[in-house]
């Protein structure tokens, strides 16, 4: 999930609990709903991660979270000296409030061959990250790197997670993407040349959101949840969205 709002939708829909992951916006004053419900989410700057002691403190439980290290995207990250000089200090202080799930990065253009060599360094990079990282003891349980591009076009990017995106919608990342990975199956056929199984005229679809035996679909105002049946899908509930 991007945001806060989007992973509570899920969470107050789901019969069984499920991992949820919130990669990008938590306002300060959710924190403490996130914390206590054991949502997962990204550390991208030292202040989300002493936001989040300080409420884990407050609830006497472990914040789940996931290190996001900056690599070479330079858009958001903690870099390897602010991780050794700061983070993993303030990680060391704190085990009792802390499971590192996670140690992630973001390999941006992926699906472009122009990109190669920035993203080879990216993954160089990032494996001194988790060294330094394993070295002090800080061991994530799930590296993951790979979005859509980069789980078809680098297999050392796939590790223990892969984030898929695009390619979960059935589209390439690129027309790029789709010639390598063509070119190097025997296979020629396309794997994510769709059909169309069910079309919902009356419902203005969000997102979709596919859940091992379940399809959540967010509509303007309305939830709703999906079974899988022979050749199709079968709708068997509706929750209105306030």
């Known amino acids: 999930m991007f945001s ?14 499920q991992t949820i992951v919130i990669m990008g916006w938590i306002a ?24 989040a002691i300080n409420c884990a403190k407050q609830l006497n439980r472990k914040a789940n ?14 870099g390897k ?15 009792d409030y802390l499971n590192v799930v996670g140690l992630c990065t973001h390999l941006a253009g992926a699906e472009s061959i ?22 002090k003891a800080i061991i994530p349980k799930y590296k993951h790197v790979a979005n859509s591009a980069a789980s078809f076009i680098y ?17 390439w990342s690129s ?11 025997d296979n020629k056929t396309d794997p994510l040349n769709i059909s169309m199984v069910k079309q919902f005229k009356n419902i203005q679809s969000k997102d979709v959101i596919p859940l091992e035996n379940t399809l959540l679909m967010i509509g303007d105002n309305t ?13 068997i509930s509706a929750y209105a969205l306030n």
């Open 65 to 78: 979270i996931h290190i996001e290290a900056e690599t070479g995207m330079n858009r958001s990250g903690l």
């Open 155 to 171: 297999p050392k990017a796939r590790m223990d997670i892969v984030r898929i995106g695009i390619m979960l919608y059935g589209f």
């Open 175 to 185: 027309t790029e993407v789709f010639i390598q990975y063509m070119h190097n199956r």
């Open 114 to 135: 122009s990109n190669h060599s920035r993203i080879r360094k990216q993954l160089k990079k990032y494996d001194k990250i988790a060294k330094v990282l394993e070295e």
């Open 4 to 17: 806060y709002s989007e992973a509570i939708r899920v969470y107050n829909c789901l019969s069984n609990p």
């Open 28 to 51: 300060d004053q959710n924190m403490h709903d996130v914390i206590e419900k054991e949502i997962e989410f990204f550390i991208f700057n030292l202040e989300r991660l002493e936001i």
């Open 223 to 235: 939830l709703y949840q999906f079974v899988y049946i022979e050749n199709g899908v079968q709708q």
């Open 81 to 95: 000296e602010e991780l050794k000089k700061q983070l993993i200090p303030l990680i060391k202080a704190n085990q």
